[in-house]
T-cell receptor
Framework: DSGVTQTPKHLITATGQRVTLRCSPRSGDLSVYWYQQSLDQGLQFLIQYYNGEERAKGNILERFSAQQFPDLHSELNLSSLELGDSALYFC????????????FGPGTRLTVL | GDSVTQMEGPVTLSEEAFLTINCTYTATGYPSLFWYVQYPGEGLQLLLKATKADDKGSNKGFEATYRKETTSFHLEKGSVQVSDSAVYFCALRGGGSNYKLTFGKGTLLTVNP
């Protein structure tokens, strides 16, 4: 158990809908990362937050957004969902914003029908 | 940009066989290198890491040595067990102020009794 929690474990929704994925980092970690794992693209970095502030962006679509709250949990919002958004979404956390080991949560499997 | 190439799977071995999963990388600066493992239905777990050239990471009988001259970080285990069946990901985090992990495509290992 990495100490990173993600909810829900599974999510099934329809095209055009909006969903929110939640992540709680390990106790004491200030940095949260979101990754997407899909069959065609593999594991890709989406976005990083550190202590409530956006720190870095990767291959994140404009339909996707995220935020980190004062209690350090983070939410990833996916809107106008398309079939191609079906994937495993992982959250990871680390103590420092740079140069630190990242610990991953169990993931949320999103299925868009 | 940074990239990781790991051997295509699937790899099927008998219990107690020797395991090698090749991983090579391209990166600017001085990256840190990681192996993560994903057991069926679970998230990514850090298996081992190495942060500078010639470092050897080890855990649970697995080893990998950071070879700067060949830009490689091959994963080895002398005697695999059925419980080692999983997907193995090689990853790097670029040097300097880099933050994100860049992953290889993953190698599925199946160990038969």
């Amino acid at each position: 158990d990495s100490g990173v929690t993600q909810t829900p474990k599974h999510l099934i929704t329809a095209t055009g809908q909006r969903v929110t994925l939640r992540c709680s980092p390990r106790s004491g970690d200030l940095s949260v990362y979101w990754y997407q794992q899909s069959l065609d693209q593999g594991l890709q970095f989406l976005i990083q937050y550190y202590n409530g502030e956006e720190r870095a962006k990767g291959n994140i679509l404009e339909r996707f957004s995220a935020q980190q709250f004062p209690d350090l949990h983070s939410e990833l919002n996916l809107s106008s969902l398309e079939l191609g958004d079906s994937a495993l979404y992982f959250c990871a956390s680390s103590a420092q914003p740079v140069g630190d080991t990242q610990y991953f949560g169990p993931g949320t499997r999103l299925t868009v029908l | 940009g940074d990239s990781v190439t790991q051997m295509e799977g699937p790899v099927t071995l008998s219990e107690e066989a020797f395991l090698t999963i090749n991983c090579t990388y391209t990166a600017t600066g001085y990256p840190s290198l990681f192996w993560y493992v994903q057991y069926p239905g679970e998230g990514l777990q850090l298996l081992l890491k190495a942060t500078k050239a010639d470092d050897k990471g080890s855990n649970k009988g697995f080893e990998a040595t950071y070879r700067k001259e060949t830009t490689s970080f091959h994963l080895e285990k002398g005697s695999v067990q059925v419980s080692d069946s999983a997907v193995y990901f090689c990853a790097l985090r670029g040097g300097g102020s880099n933050y994100k992990l860049t992953f290889g495509k993953g190698t599925l290992l199946t160990v038969n009794p």
